[in-house]
């Protein structure tokens, strides 16, 4: 990696434009908007590269510099707090003692500096290889025909902090798995994930996920299932290994690293996910094929 991707150098700037209006009103659509990038897809690539949301990323840095405030200046831990954007005493305690283990009082009282570094990363290819280290397989570049696809849909609306693909898709599968093999007309012996995010703001994310099975017709279908139909497309097919953490490690390289220095943008078609049942996402050893639509 040569070069930092457009969408990194953009991230780079957005993390020098939080530093720089810490005591602003921060609104994270209008940060998206700087970057010229979708809302949703700025999420996704600042958590990528940043390795945390913008909303906890902007209250580590207040933090952070509130706590330096706590040990080079004898402000009130009132006004320190108010200067962070705490609205009470109470939230800036349970806040900083979330962050660095001990009370703003506490804190001062000991006149140790925080272990997090005063100043704001800098994103350079060296740090992009370390994030994403072992993760450099370039994927396969499909054109995959339509697929007819049956299963549970499970609908959600959640925080952007608290977007967990697998987490959400766990009640589904569980209630999906033991109808797989009633279903007829099956394309393949392998199960899949469909998920689309249908809107998306600073407050919450909805969409769906869908444990399903590819099907040659929609006949004579399980009651309680149901079809939908994945048009066809050009898809880049990452294969992934590995359960816990490691997940997390492949949707940040995809989002992160490769797809911003692609030349390639996600296509408006529902992320698709295949698997082996007894590997699936939600096993203690998952082996998934990632197909992400591209256009």
Not at 228 to 244: E, L, N, Y
Not at 264 to 278: E, G, N, R
Request: hydrophobic share 40%.
């Amino acid at each position: 990696m040569n070069r930092l991707p457009a969408s990194i150098v953009r991230i780079q700037a957005t993390i020098d434009y939080i530093d720089s209006h810490l005591d602003d009103e921060l609104d994270i659509q209008a940060l998206a908007a700087r970057t010229e990038m979708s809302f949703w897809h700025f999420l996704r690539v600042f958590r990528a590269t940043v390795g945390e949301t913008v909303k906890d990323y902007i209250r580590r840095r207040r933090l952070t510099r509130a706590a330096y405030e706590l040990l080079e200046t004898d402000q009130n831990i009132i006004d320190v707090a108010l200067g962070a954007g705490f609205e009470t005493h109470e939230a800036f305690t349970r806040a900083f003692r979330a962050q660095f283990g001990v009370s703003p009082r506490e804190f001062r009282a000991a006149g140790q500096p925080p272990t997090l570094p005063r100043g704001i990363p800098h994103i350079t290819t060296e740090y992009l290889e370390h994030l994403h280290s072992g993760l450099t397989t370039e994927p396969e570049l499909v054109d995959s025909p339509a697929r007819r696809l049956v299963g549970i849909k499970s609908e959600f609306s959640v925080s952007p902090e608290s977007f967990d693909l697998i987490e959400l898709g766990m009640a589904a599968w569980e209630a999906f798995a033991p109808q797989i093999a009633r279903i007829p007309v099956r394309a393949n012996m392998l199960a899949g994930l469909a998920s689309d995010i249908v809107a998306a703001d600073e407050r919450s994310i909805q969409g769906y996920v869908m444990p399903c099975v590819e099907v040659t017709a929609f006949e004579n279908l399980p009651e309680g299932l149901v079809a939908q139909v994945r048009p066809p497309c050009r898809d880049a097919r990452f294969r992934h290994r590995g359960g816990g953490q490691a997940w997390e490690y492949t949707l940040q390289y995809v989002f992160g690293a490769w797809l911003p220095d692609s030349h390639f943008a996600v296509a408006d078609q529902p992320a698709y996910f295949t698997f082996d049942p007894a590997r699936s996402p939600f096993s203690e050893s998952p082996e998934i094929d990632y197909w992400l639509a591209l256009r």
